[in-house]
T-cell receptor, first 111, second 114 residues
Framework: GQQVMQIPQYQHVQEGEDFTTYCNSS?????IQWYKQRPGGHPVFLIQ???SGEVKKQKRLTFQFGEAKKNSSLHITATQTTDVGTYFC???????????WGAGTKLIIKP | ETGVTQTPRHLVMGMTNKKSLKCEQH?????MYWYKQSAKKPLELMFV???????ENNSVPSRFSPECPNSSHLFLHLHTLQPEDSALYLC?????????????FGPGTRLTVT
C-alpha cells in the first residue's frame, strides 16, 4: 500500500549544528506538508510544498520537494534549543481524504 | 493556540468504564478528524467527518464510537477499552476534507487504560 517513510528516527546534534530529515513516498504526491510537535505538545503545521523542485525557507528552516514529487527534506541550519521536537512529513492518499504520515524524526539537542 | 480545544487533557479509565472525549473547533472549518498517536508509531487516522457526515472509518474497533453533532463539535465515545488503547488521542480540523489543506490540532487527550 501507499507509504511515507521518514528517516532518521532520531538525530542528536550539538546546539549550533545543522539537522536534516528526509521523507520518501512510495507514490508521487500532489503536495507534501511538514509539521512540528514539541515534547508534550501537538503537531503544528509548518509548511506545504506543491510544485516539483520547490524550495521554501522559513528563517533557518529550508524545505525541499523533489523533482519527481516523491521525496522531500527539511534542513535546519544552526539548531537552537527551541528547535527540539519531532518533525513529521505527511502526504495525501490517492483518495484525497487522508494524510499519510511519516513516523517522524525526533531532534534532540545534546547537553 | 486555542483554535481547537480538547477535554479532558488526561483520562485514566478501567477496561469496563465508559467515557467520552470532546473536541471543539473555533475556526469555522468543515472537516474534523480523530487521530491516535502511540509511541514510536506514525499518526493513525481513525475517523474523518465532513459537515457532520462521517466520510472515513479506518477499520477502527467498535469500542470507539465517534459522534459529530455539528461542524464545530466532535466526540469520541469509549467503552470496554483494552490496555493497548492507551495513547494520545488528537482531534484536528481543516477548512475542507481534502488532504491539500493544513490541519489544526488540539492539545490531545492522554488516555491510560488500566
Amino acid at each position: 500500500g501507499q507509504q511515507v517513510m521518514q528517516i532518521p528516527q532520531y538525530q542528536h546534534v550539538q546546539e549550533g549544528e545543522d539537522f536534516t530529515t528526509y521523507c520518501n513516498s512510495s507514490t508521487t504526491l500532489s503536495n507534501i506538508q511538514w509539521y512540528k510537535q514539541r515534547p508534550g505538545g501537538h503537531p503544528v503545521f509548518l509548511i506545504q510544498l506543491v510544485k516539483s523542485g520547490e524550495v521554501k525557507k522559513q528563517k533557518r528552516l529550508t524545505f525541499q520537494f523533489g523533482e519527481a514529487k516523491k521525496n522531500s527534506s527539511l534542513h535546519i541550519t544552526a539548531t537552537q534549543t527551541t528547535d527540539v521536537g519531532t518533525y513529521f512529513c505527511a502526504g495525501p492518499r490517492e483518495s484525497n481524504y487522508q494524510l499519510i504520515w511519516g513516523a517522524g524524526t525526533k531532534l534532540i539537542i545534546k547537553p | 493556540e486555542t483554535g481547537v480545544t480538547q477535554t479532558p487533557r488526561h483520562l485514566v479509565m478501567g477496561m469496563t468504564n465508559k467515557k467520552s472525549l470532546k473536541c471543539e473547533q473555533h475556526l469555522g472549518h468543515n472537516a474534523m478528524y480523530w487521530y491516535k498517536q502511540s509511541a514510536k508509531k506514525p499518526l493513525e487516522l481513525m475517523f474523518v467527518y465532513s459537515l457532520e457526515e462521517r466520510v472515513e472509518n479506518n477499520s477502527v474497533p467498535s469500542r470507539f464510537s465517534p459522534e459529530c453533532p455539528n461542524s464545530s463539535h466532535l466526540f469520541l465515545h469509549l467503552h470496554t477499552l483494552q490496555p493497548e488503547d492507551s495513547a494520545l488521542y488528537l482531534c484536528a480540523s481543516s477548512q475542507v476534507v481534502r488532504a491539500g489543506y493544513e490541519q489544526y490540532f488540539g492539545p490531545g487527550t492522554r488516555l491510560t487504560v488500566t
